[in-house]
């Protein structure tokens, strides 16, 4: 299925992805695990969900480019100051929410291009 994200489903998204960020690391910070990453359970759930509902290539591949710089750019800059754990859960989040709203805002705009080159 290829339609639009709409904004409370990103908004519904981008909470998921920060609860499982913030459960994971929880976790994974109670059981001294830093060799273990939350973020590829994040990632395949959000394949799972472009796959299943959206499957607009450019914005996947858009989203995923923006998400990857957010998330490698904000663990060097946050891990000094908060530690591995924290920096770690707060790039995650971010970096997921970052691919939600781009994803939304690139479906969106091909789909209002879309439908006015439609009239």
Same mark, same amino acid.
């Given at each position: 299925?290829?339609?639009?994200?709409?904004?409370?489903?990103?908004?519904?998204?981008?909470?998921?992805?920060?609860?499982?960020?913030?459960?994971?690391?929880?976790?994974?910070?109670?059981?001294?695990?830093?060799?273990?990453?939350?973020?590829?359970?994040?990632?395949?759930?959000?394949?799972?969900?472009?796959?299943?509902?959206?499957?607009?290539?450019?914005?996947?591949?858009?989203?995923?480019? #923006?998400? #990857?710089?957010?998330?490698?750019?904000?663990?060097?800059?946050?891990?000094?100051?908060?530690?591995?754990?924290?920096?770690?859960?707060?790039?995650?989040?971010?970096?997921?929410?970052?691919?939600?709203?781009?994803?939304?805002?690139?479906?969106?705009?091909?789909?209002?291009?879309?439908?006015?080159?439609?009239?």
């Amino acid at each position: 299925m290829n339609r639009s994200v709409s904004w409370s489903e990103a908004a519904f998204v981008a909470t998921a992805c920060w609860a499982v960020s913030a459960l994971g690391y929880g976790v994974i910070a109670a059981l001294d695990e830093p060799q273990l990453s939350v973020a590829p359970l994040i990632g395949l759930g959000l394949a799972q969900w472009f796959w299943a509902r959206h499957r607009s290539w450019f914005a996947a591949v858009a989203a995923g480019l #923006a998400g #990857a710089v957010v998330l490698f750019g904000l663990v060097d800059i946050l891990r000094p100051e908060l530690g591995r754990y924290v920096a770690d859960a707060l790039s995650t989040g971010a970096a997921a929410t970052v691919i939600v709203a781009v994803l939304t805002l690139v479906e969106r705009g091909r789909g209002h291009r879309d439908r006015a080159a439609d009239r």
